[in-house]
Structures are given as C-alpha cells and as structure tokens.
C-alpha cells in the first residue's frame, strides 16, 4: 500500500511541477507545430490526441464572426471518439503561417466524410489562438456559409439528437 501511495505523491508532484513551469511560459513556443500536429490527430482519427489540442473548457469557435457554440463535451475524448465513429475529416492546407507569438493563420480545404459516403468540400481561412499550454483557445474562421450550412443540415439529418 505504501508503494501505491508514494507512486501517486510522486506523479502528483512531477505533474504540479510540470504544470508550474509550462505555467510560467509566455507563450506557446510553436503554435504552428501545434496546430499541424493537432489537424493531422483528427485526420488519422486519434481522439485522445486530438482532445490534447483543445482548451476545452475556455474554447471558443466562430464562423463568420458568428459564436458557433461549440459543444464542449464534443471537444473531450469520448466526443471525439464518438464523433470518429461517424464523422471523417481531411484537411488540405493551402496556408499556414505565425502572425504572432500564439496565433496561426491557416488557409485550407475541409473534406467532411459522412456514413452514406457523401463528402461535403468547405475552404475556410482561421486564425487560431493557443494558450501558454499550447491548447486552442479560439479558432475564429471565414468561409463560405452555404458549405457550412451543407455540413450542419448533413449532421442534423444523419444524427438528429446532436
């Protein structure tokens, strides 16, 4: 029992310690190796890694300075998980650059793959915002909003309970 116990102290410890001193960063460091490696996560379907990229409960997303809303339990591992089973994305960056110490600005296609086989195309521009933990804290895009309606009334209809 004592082993158990001083495991748990000890993660404990590195983990408050490890949080102290990203904490204390001023910035992300490479939010663009972030925001690669987050978009490739979704793309491959890896929900756990995918979840890691988000500031889930601080995160906010808009589409045409409209505040989309965003489910936050669609954000956690489990969403994205449940979120895999019945929805693909790829991603085809036309853009992608650091306009400042937390901010990317991306340019690229989304291709949302749905079970019947229908693929809706939509090209979006962001700008994305990482905190100090290098999570998303805002994704605020441009696009075309009869594509994103296409996507919302596909979701709808396949899974009205969302």
């Keep these: 029992m004592n082993l158990i116990k001083k495991t748990i102290t000890g993660a404990l410890i590195a983990g408050a310690l490890s949080m102290s001193v990203t904490a204390n960063a001023a910035s992300c460091g490479d939010p663009v190796e972030k925001l690669t490696r987050v ?9 756990f890694c995918a979840a890691s ?6 995160f906010k997303k808009f589409h045409n300075g409209v505040d989309t809303k965003t489910n936050r339990f669609s954000l956690t591992t489990i969403g994205w998980l449940t979120t895999f089973n019945f929805i693909g994305f790829e ?3 036309k853009h992608l650059e650091q306009i400042d110490d937390d901010t990317v600005e991306i340019h690229y296609d989304e291709f949302v793959r749905f079970p019947d086989g229908e693929i809706i ?22 696009g075309d909003q009869a594509e994103q309606d296409a996507v919302d009334d596909k979701v709808k209809e396949l899974f009205p309970w969302f």
């Design 53 to 58: 990229g988000y500031d889930t409960w601080r």
């Design 121 to 142: 195309k939509q090209y979006e521009e962001a700008k994305v915002t990482f905190n100090s933990r290098c999570r998303m804290t805002v994704w605020d895009q441009v």
């Design 39 to 47: 978009l490739n996560c979704i793309d491959v379907e890896n929900a």
């Design 91 to 93: 991603f085809d960056i």
